[in-house]
């Protein structure tokens, strides 16, 4: 599985169906992208394993800003985090995207 | 030359785009797209000018209209910040909107032998704002994707540290 991550309207998805020659069907039919908005989660474990399953994960970073003041928000926001954390270590290959650019933090190319 | 610097709030990306520009040779011109309208934006202004002081760098005020604005040919221009720019363009009385922004770094784009543009990291604290909010989010991250896809190097401030993701640092 490739993982990607990188800040809101970075170019993720751009990126990652350019670099694998994917079209839209490809994509919908073999990654799962916004995965931060799966939360929250009592079972982070089996929805990483779950979603490992997929040939790409895309998340957007959301966890730098300020420490939200509502509670759910806060659960969010740590859950988004360890479900980032969870599905890379599951991956063979991690990439951040910034401005359209990937930078590559785990394995190897695509 | 065009190079990209982004990064958070006191990330450093200022000093590391004032130092690139001072590699060069030659005048050097600042853009400051601030515009002061408050006692906090005034110490921000006054704090980036004494970072500048001693630079040699000439300011040109250009809050809005980036496209109308006379820039010299063959400048060495540091333009300081994007989102500042573009938050005039949409939100203030004078703005005229993203285009305005695009126009007017395409403009100095062709103007300048080398311009440095300072956009911030923004992106990464949530992705559930007002409307607003997520328009400019949307323009402004297009905005540094067209700047990051045209530019010889793009780095991300850290720390006050360059992580270089394209390109070369001088």
Redesign the interface.
């Given at each position: 599985m490739i993982f990607i991550t990188g800040p809101l309207y970075a170019g993720k998805e751009e990126y990652i169906r350019q670099a694998l020659g994917w079209g839209a069907e490809d994509f919908s039919a073999n990654a799962v992208r916004d995965v931060h908005t799966l939360v929250p989660c009592d079972h982070l474990e089996k929805l990483a394993d779950e979603l490992a399953g997929k040939k790409v994960v895309i998340a957007t970073e959301v966890g730098c800003g300020v420490v939200p003041v509502d509670p759910a928000e806060r659960r969010r926001r740590e859950d988004a985090g360890r479900l980032s954390c969870l599905l890379a270590a599951r991956a063979e290959t991690v990439i951040r995207v910034c401005c359209g650019i990937p930078q590559l933090l785990k394995g190897e190319w695509p | 030359m065009l190079s990209?610097i982004?990064g958070?709030a006191g990330s450093g990306k200022s000093a590391l785009a004032e130092a690139l520009c001072c590699k060069l040779e030659g005048p050097r011109l600042y853009i400051a797209t601030m515009q002061a309208a408050d006692g906090e934006s005034m110490k921000r202004i006054e704090k980036h000018r004494r970072q500048r002081e001693g630079l040699r760098f000439d300011t040109l005020e250009c809050p809005h209209s980036l496209d109308r604005a006379e820039i010299p040919q063959g400048a060495n221009a540091l333009l300081e910040d994007l989102s500042n720019l573009l938050a005039n363009e949409l939100f203030s009385p004078k703005g005229s909107g993203a285009d305005a922004v695009r126009r007017g770094l395409q403009k100095a784009c062709e103007r300048c032998a080398n311009l440095t543009v300072v956009t911030n990291?923004v992106?990464?604290?949530?992705?559930d704002y007002g409307e607003g909010t997520m328009q400019f989010?949307?323009e402004l991250?297009?905005l540094?994707?067209e700047?990051?896809?045209e530019a010889d190097l793009?780095a991300?401030a850290v720390c006050g540290l360059p992580?270089v993701?394209?390109g070369a640092l001088p």
């Open positions: - | 990209l982004i958070g990291e992106f990464s604290g949530g992705a989010l949307q991250a297009a540094n994707r700047l990051a896809a793009v991300e992580n993701l394209k």
